[in-house]
């Protein structure tokens, strides 16, 4: 998929279950010590207590929020020959993949479904998702900075200090986007002239990586000449007001009212949370420990912070599945594009 030989994949069919049992196994030891806190009967009483409602307008929410981030892909790929049906498919599809698959590889799968579903080359797909995520971290940064203001008390490190962090990650992201081109063909120079250094070389996977990078750096510039920075920051938005309106909705549907900068400050350090490089199954364990924490820091008690980060989990995992369903025999018998060479 990634420009390899047919071959190469199978040498490394030996390293999958090893991934697959750390994974499992950072999954249920961060899962047990969180179940261990709280209690499985008050942990059902509370899933078996959701108000249709409330879920209903999450579920709503959590559908738009793929539609915008559908339509926000529709601007970062060069939608000719590419039904928007189909990227609504692999959107979704990409949002099921974070939750199941092990050890962040639930990201790849963005490019993969484009491939297959859309036929755009894996290229293509890498550029559009990084700058996706760019984006996607940018405004989550800018909403912990808006709203850390007003939890300065509740930081154990120093609050200027954390804000400053803060503010300077966001100007680092801006500037990466910028030069993102710059910095990954300066880094497959780098890598070329490591390799002239030592043997790998010879292996023909430095040059197969500069290839690559080469190629995505090609693909950033693409993006770039078309000059939609509005459109991709408009649809980033609404895709993240959805996305807290959705976190919202299921809190309340579990009998949980916050106000909404409390709400907005404990839901973003779950999300922060859940992108840190831990391997474990999809986001399992990592969020519900990073919505913990967010919670806790603004006053909700341990037991309702763990058991809600379960319960919020749950029932966007059972949408994200149901929608993913849809799509999956809507696709029905169509004739898929030919993929373009990977």
């Excluded at 039904?83 to 050890?103: K, Q």
Aim: proline fraction near 4%; charged fraction near 15%; hydrophobic fraction near 55%.
């Amino acid at each position: 998929m990634l420009g390899l030989s047919e071959t190469a994949p199978l040498k490394h069919l030996g390293t999958v279950p090893k991934r697959l049992v750390l994974s499992i196994f950072v999954a249920v030891a961060i899962i047990f010590v969180l179940l261990r806190q709280i209690s499985l009967k008050d942990l059902f009483t509370l899933l078996g207590s959701i108000d249709p409602f409330w879920a209903a307008v999450g579920s709503g929410a959590y559908l738009l929020a793929i539609f915008f981030r559908a339509l926000r892909f529709k601007w970062l790929i060069d939608p000719k020959g590419i039904p928007f049906a189909n990227l609504l498919r692999v959107t979704t599809f990409y949002h099921l993949s974070l939750m199941v698959l092990p050890s962040k590889l639930g990201e790849f799968s963005f490019p993969y479904f484009l491939n297959k579903i859309g036929g755009r080359n894996v290229t293509e797909g890498l550029a559009s998702l990084v700058v996706s995520r760019v984006y996607d971290l940018f405004i989550v940064l800018m909403v912990l900075l808006f709203v850390s203001i007003g939890f300065q008390g509740r930081f154990k490190v120093n609050a200027p200090i954390f804000i400053f962090f803060v503010a300077f990650l966001i100007g680092f992201i801006i500037f990466g986007l910028f030069y993102m081109t710059s910095f990954l063909k300066s880094l497959s120079r780098v890598l070329g002239r490591v390799s002239d250094w030592t043997e790998l070389r010879k292996s023909g996977l430095i040059p197969r990586i500069q290839e690559k990078m080469d190629d995505v750096a090609t693909e950033f510039t693409a993006i770039k000449t078309r000059r939609i920075y509005f459109s991709v920051s408009l649809t980033s938005l609404a895709s993240w007001v959805m996305i807290f309106w959705t976190l919202y909705a299921y809190m309340r549907s579990l009998g949980v009212d916050l106000p909404l900068t409390k709400m907005l400050f404990g839901s973003t350090i779950s999300v922060l949370a859940n992108a840190l490089p831990i391997s474990g199954i999809g986001n399992w364990g990592t969020l519900e420990a990073g919505w913990a924490a967010g919670f806790l820091m603004v006053g909700v008690s341990k037991e309702k912070a763990i058991a809600t980060g379960f319960g919020v989990h749950i029932i966007t995992f059972v949408v994200c599945a149901l929608i993913s369903l849809f799509c999956w025999l809507t696709l029905g018998k169509q004739k898929n594009p030919s993929p373009t060479a990977s």
